[in-house]
């Protein structure tokens, strides 16, 4: 389109490597292989090292290409955080395998609705996991075969990861004779992560080598990356199957960083974790960033190592920005947005020009724009309108899905956020509101449709309208406005009771629930959910 006003990112200090992803993480992972320490467990303190990740890597590819998958056959991994995640999801780069993550919160159900898109006929699960998706394996067609990843031992049909390389692996495999396999890195596929995108259902985002390849420049940028002097301590608190944790971890292996990893956020064990390995880089979601401005235990642990702070997954408000920089003594807190659509932050804070309260500046590789939600024209500085990127960073597509890529895709190939932002005249950008009707609770998706279908299943129920109500701690809450069936009774409890037995603790019902006559919808049948918003918080200003 002519005169449009587009934003380009810095010029970057690397040029974009052309290869794979698995070649570039051969070769990081060979050249830090001197370093003892690659990832460490907080919890149990296992220790594994560059050369524990390149060997296994490379063996389990081996095992991968005997057990009979080829190129472009998928896995997934289900696990929460531990030091072998990442074996299988190297190992599939390498062999231009695809990799589909799954939270490991997730029901039965759940588990379903999302391995349903990719359907992965080898699946790595730990063992929080494995009832859920065995269950699940003796109803679906596509798994072959499950794969215990923190077990030593077989659990029933499953078979540990130790003893599946036992079976499959070439003895003695030397690492200096293995090569990973060359491809397309444009159009081979690396990654199906789960969004549901602007509204809805689960989506598969089809992510490339070449997506990867351009977080991987991001993250060696002495402006934009997050301290690139190889073993610097970082701690990761964010889910590796989550679209944040799994691409800045990976970037973290390109750089030899050290990773003290956490399964979960527990306040003393987070800030304990922190004064034990002197860490100075913290990677958070906004409602710990909520705790590190509040909370006194922070003033009973020492945490004076930390020099730099940086947050992403939801906008975080400028109060508690300037709270937390003010308490740890730091100049400010490094934001970043971005989308699984976007394979990590497509805007970032540049170390030499931190603004509060911005969410950074584009990066580079990445072209931006403002774009008018009346006229689609794109708009100058100090001007709301919703924020759309164009890069080789951005997804294929959504996998199967050709009428949900065309709507989140233009035909000129900018992909539209549903995110309502502006920039200033310094190029530092702002999100300030949402278009799209995802509900995000700690940074996690929450699609109301979802919850909706959910609730219009219980007999006693009507209608139902589902929306996200602010909330400091967790950035939204999800609540539920019900109309009942005449005649039919329920209480709050138990609606938010039996959302909690049908869904993973991420989804439920934490906003409270308000009983009303009618659900406001359009013309069309579409639910108002600002409507809905009114109307959930007059009963809370009631209460």
Same mark, same amino acid.
């Given at each position: 389109?002519?005169?449009?006003?587009v934003?380009h990112?810095?010029?970057p200090?690397?040029?974009?490597?052309?290869g794979?992803?698995g070649n570039?993480?051969f070769? +990081?992972?060979?050249q830090?292989?001197? &370093?003892?320490?690659? #990832?460490?467990?907080?919890?149990?303190?296992?220790?594994?090292?560059?050369a524990?990740i390149?060997?296994?890597?490379?063996r389990? +590819?081996?095992?991968?290409?005997?057990?009979g998958?080829?190129q472009?056959?998928? =896995?997934?991994v289900?696990?929460?955080?531990n030091?072998? $995640?990442?074996?299988?999801?190297?190992?599939?780069?390498y062999?231009? =395998? =695809?990799?589909a993550?799954?939270?490991?919160? !997730?029901?039965e159900?759940?588990?379903l609705?999302? #391995?349903n898109?990719?359907?992965?006929?080898l699946? $790595?699960?730990? /063992?929080?996991?494995?009832?859920n998706?065995?269950? #699940? /394996?003796k109803?679906?067609?596509?798994?072959?075969?499950v794969?215990?990843?923190?077990?030593r031992?077989?659990?029933g049909? @499953?078979e540990?990861?130790?003893?599946f390389?036992?079976?499959?692996?070439?003895?003695?495999?030397?690492?200096r004779?293995?090569?990973?396999?060359d491809?397309?890195a444009?159009?081979?596929?690396?990654l199906?992560?789960?969004s549901?995108?602007?509204t809805?259902?689960?989506?598969?985002?089809v992510?490339t080598?070449?997506?990867?390849?351009?977080?991987?420049?991001?993250?060696?940028?002495?402006? $934009?990356?997050? %301290?690139?002097?190889p073993?610097t301590? =970082?701690?990761s608190?964010?889910?590796?199957?989550?679209?944040?944790?799994?691409f800045?971890?990976l970037?973290?292996?390109?750089?030899?960083? %050290?990773?003290?990893?956490?399964k979960r956020?527990?306040?003393?064990f987070f800030?304990?974790?922190?004064?034990? !390995?002197?860490?100075?880089?913290?990677?958070?979601?906004?409602p710990?960033?909520?705790?590190?401005?509040?909370?006194p235990l922070?003033?009973?642990y020492?945490?004076?190592?930390?020099r730099?702070? @940086?947050t992403?997954g939801a906008?975080?408000?400028t109060e508690?920005a300037?709270?937390?920089?003010? %308490?740890? /003594?730091i100049?400010?807190?490094?934001?970043?947005?971005g989308?699984?659509?976007t394979?990590c932050?497509? &805007?970032?804070?540049p170390?030499?020009d931190?603004k509060?309260?911005?969410?950074?500046k584009v990066a580079?590789?990445?072209q931006?724009?403002?774009?008018? &939600?009346t006229?689609g024209?794109s708009?100058?500085p100090?001007?709301?309108?919703?924020?759309c990127?164009?890069?080789?960073i951005?997804m294929?597509? !959504?996998f199967?899905?050709?009428?949900?890529?065309?709507?989140?895709i233009d035909?000129?190939?900018?992909?539209?956020?549903?995110d309502?932002?502006?920039?200033?005249?310094?190029?530092?950008?702002?999100?300030v509101?949402?278009?799209k009707?995802?509900?995000? !609770?700690k940074?996690?998706?929450?699609a109301?449709a979802?919850?909706?279908w959910?609730l219009?299943?219980h007999p006693?129920?009507?209608?139902?309208?589902v929306?996200?109500?602010?909330?400091?701690?967790?950035?939204? #809450?999800?609540?539920a406005?019900?109309?009942?069936e005449?005649?039919?009774s &329920?209480?709050?409890?138990?609606?938010?009771d039996?959302?909690?037995?049908?869904?993973?603790?991420?989804?439920?019902?934490r906003g409270?629930?308000v009983f009303?006559?009618?659900?406001?919808k359009?013309?069309?049948?579409?639910?108002?959910r600002?409507?809905?918003?009114?109307m959930?918080?007059q /009963?809370?200003?009631?209460?």
């Amino acid at each position: 389109m002519p005169n449009e006003i587009v934003l380009h990112g810095a010029k970057p200090r690397d040029p974009l490597d052309l290869g794979t992803a698995g070649n570039q993480l051969f070769r +990081a992972l060979t050249q830090f292989s001197y &370093l003892k320490e690659a #990832l460490i467990d907080a919890h149990t303190e296992e220790v594994v090292s560059y050369a524990d990740i390149l060997e296994n890597s490379c063996r389990l +590819a081996v095992c991968f290409e005997k057990y009979g998958l080829r190129q472009n056959s998928v =896995i997934s991994v289900c696990s929460e955080n531990n030091a072998i $995640f990442f074996y299988p999801v190297i190992a599939a780069l390498y062999m231009g =395998i =695809i990799t589909a993550t799954v939270n490991d919160n !997730y029901t039965e159900r759940e588990l379903l609705d999302t #391995l349903n898109i990719s359907k992965p006929e080898l699946v $790595f699960c730990s /063992k929080k996991a494995i009832k859920n998706m065995m269950a #699940l /394996k003796k109803n679906v067609n596509f798994i072959k075969k499950v794969v215990v990843l923190d077990s030593r031992e077989d659990m029933g049909e @499953a078979e540990s990861l130790t003893n599946f390389m036992k079976h499959y692996s070439q003895p003695n495999i030397d690492v200096r004779n293995f090569k990973p396999h060359d491809f397309d890195a444009k159009e081979q596929v690396a990654l199906i992560m789960s969004s549901s995108g602007t509204t809805g259902l689960p989506k598969g985002v089809v992510l490339t080598h070449r997506n990867l390849s351009v977080r991987f420049v991001h993250c060696k940028d002495p402006l $934009f990356g997050t %301290r690139t002097v190889p073993s610097t301590s =970082i701690l990761s608190i964010v889910p590796f199957h989550h679209a944040f944790g799994m691409f800045t971890t990976l970037s973290y292996f390109i750089v030899g960083l %050290r990773v003290i990893l956490l399964k979960r956020f527990e306040e003393e064990f987070f800030l304990s974790t922190i004064e034990k !390995y002197r860490i100075p880089t913290i990677v958070l979601a906004p409602p710990v960033m909520v705790f590190l401005a509040k909370s006194p235990l922070v003033d009973q642990y020492d945490v004076s190592s930390i020099r730099e702070v @940086a947050t992403g997954g939801a906008p975080v408000g400028t109060e508690v920005a300037v709270a937390v920089a003010k %308490r740890l /003594k730091i100049n400010g807190i490094l934001q970043g947005y971005g989308l699984t659509e976007t394979c990590c932050a497509v &805007l970032i804070t540049p170390h030499d020009d931190v603004k509060t309260g911005s969410t950074g500046k584009v990066a580079p590789y990445v072209q931006a724009k403002i774009v008018d &939600l009346t006229t689609g024209k794109s708009l100058g500085p100090n001007k709301r309108g919703e924020l759309c990127f164009k890069s080789e960073i951005i997804m294929k597509g !959504y996998f199967n899905n050709q009428k949900a890529t065309d709507e989140a895709i233009d035909k000129d190939g900018w992909l539209h956020s549903g995110d309502i932002g502006y920039y200033d005249d310094g190029g530092h950008f702002y999100v300030v509101d949402r278009l799209k009707e995802l509900i995000k !609770y700690k940074g996690y998706q929450v699609a109301p449709a979802e919850l909706e279908w959910l609730l219009l299943q219980h007999p006693s129920i009507k209608d139902a309208g589902v929306t996200g109500i602010p909330d400091e701690a967790a950035g939204e #809450l999800p609540a539920a406005c019900i109309v009942l069936e005449e005649g039919h009774s &329920l209480s709050e409890l138990e609606v938010i009771d039996y959302i909690a037995e049908r869904v993973s603790p991420t989804k439920r019902i934490r906003g409270g629930v308000v009983f009303v006559d009618d659900i406001p919808k359009g013309a069309t049948g579409k639910l108002i959910r600002s409507e809905l918003r009114r109307m959930l918080s007059q /009963k809370k200003s009631k209460l």
